[in-house]
């Protein structure tokens, strides 16, 4: 009897597990992708949008150019996950059941209580996110005068932050807009938990963007125009954007599977408390001993590249491999810079540095973007996207 193979979600773990299993199943199984778009969005890439719409054509790829033709794609929302019935509940189809089901469905901003956060900030989490940002400072900046300036909020500053922040940063400089720019970070430095080199150099490109930096003060409640701080003054807002914090999809709240917080536990082979389902990406909290896997498309990128030979293996009865993350370094954009840290030499060459800008940062992010693009489509295509990356 031929398995079906069930995967949810088109982001990089979910397009990475497709491109993987369909080599690994070579048709002995039947495969079928679900999610709620049908098109594969380069997501670290998504904040380009927000300074130009038209890079959207670079950094989105049909799921026709990904999937093979024996490849069943379902575009719909994924409401809910029965492992006692083994079936996946749509919002608009029929119940599809599975034999093996790949929860990549990636995760929903997290807004940890704050009163009127949810209500008044944008979020940066789709294309369709990026355009709302995009159009929002648009208005801002038409109603705007060098006088009074639209005050337009970046809160958080993790990764997506910092990026927004900067891709701001160049639509205004683009356009002249009359735009204040405001980072804002509960913790004492931006990047947290990271390296204070690379603490220091995006916060020098930041400044040197003329944006402003506020941390060590939490939000308290943010309102229509203004959010509120646990100590200091409040901060009037045109656009608010929240990029703080990620929480697993409620299509897995009632799913009966170990979580936290919606994000699935699971073993560093991908199971979870069910043999047969698998999770990785932001849907997974993946056990690497002392913490979880971080939430990173590069992350999610190895992650793929396991979980679609483990599932084959789990169908033929066979011992599945454990997964180790491998941290290769991190390379962050702020607008047409880029700093990177801790970069794993390659080629046998080493770095004198620990921490590089300029041009070689800069086309390392871009080869890391187009790396990815050509795994799950072609090099033909990673070289058109190049210019917008």
Known sequence: ??????????????????????????????????????YHLVLHEAHRVVRDPDVR????????????????????????LDVDEQVVELAEGDDVDYDYVLVALGSQTAYYGIPGLEEHSLTLKSLDDAMEIHDEITQASQDATRGEPAQVVVGGAGLSGIQTAGEIAEFRDNHRAPIEIHLVEALDEIFPGNDPEIQQALRDLLEDAGVRIHTDDPITEAKDDVIEFDEGEPLEHDVLIWTGGITGRDALDDAELEKEHNRVNVEANFQTTEENVFAIG????????DRPAPPTAQAAWQAAEVVGENIARAIENRPLKTW????????????????????????GVSLPVDTFGGIPAKNLKKMIAAKWIASVTSWNEARKSWSSL
């Open 282 to 289: 932001d849907s997974a909290l993946i056990d690497q001993g």
């Open 57 to 80: 054509s670079d950094i989105t790829f049909p799921v026709d150019q990904i999937a093979d033709p024996s490849t069943r794609f379902i575009q719909d929302d994924v409401v809910g």
């Open 324 to 347: 180790e993350y491998d941290d290769k370094g991190t390379v962050v954009s702020v607008g047409d810079k880029a700093v990177a840290h801790e970069v794993k030499p390659a080629f």
């Open 1 to 38: 009897m031929t398995d079906n193979v069930v995967v949810l979600g088109a982001g990089y773990a979910g397009t990475g597990a497709i491109s993987k299993l369909q080599s690994e199943l070579g048709g002995s199984a039947r495969l079928t992708w679900i999610a709620d778009v049908d």
